[in-house]
């Protein structure tokens, strides 16, 4: 199988709707993400915001203008003293998680990962 190219770029507003979907598609279908109800556009959109306000990457895999996957690192339970650990997520819609989209996403961005309270 040969699996076609994709531009790994940061995430924009406009690609919040299918960021959505996809994201919709494994709250609903699976217990990966442990959220309890999908996001909404506007959610994922203040989510986006928060990351960039943090410096912290939020990249999507571009396929001929489609988005096959995303990934991004935030903040996760925060606890003082110890400060904000950050957590990662990376998904792909169900027909192209064969391919890694968002493998290849997140892989964009650990050569040199976001020191504000990352781990591996």
Excluded: H
């Excluded at 996001?39 to 001929?64: I, K, M, N, Q």
């Excluded at 096959?68 to 998680?97: E, F, I, L, Q, V």
């Amino acid at each position: 199988m040969t699996i076609p190219e994709a531009e790994i770029r940061a995430a924009a507003p406009e690609d919040l709707k299918a960021v959505a979907e996809i994201g919709a598609y494994y709250v609903t279908n699976s217990v990966a993400t442990f959220d309890e109800t999908p996001r909404t556009v506007d959610e994922w959109r203040r989510w986006l915001e928060e990351l960039a306000g943090r410096g912290l990457p939020f990249l999507v895999a571009d396929l001929s203008g489609e988005v096959a996957g995303y990934a991004y690192a935030g903040p996760w339970r925060p606890k003082p003293p110890t400060g904000t650990p950050s957590r990662t997520r990376s998904t792909s819609p169900p027909a192209m998680s064969v391919a890694g989209w968002a493998r290849r996403c997140s892989v964009a961005w650990w050569p040199s990962p976001p020191t504000q309270g990352c781990a591996r």
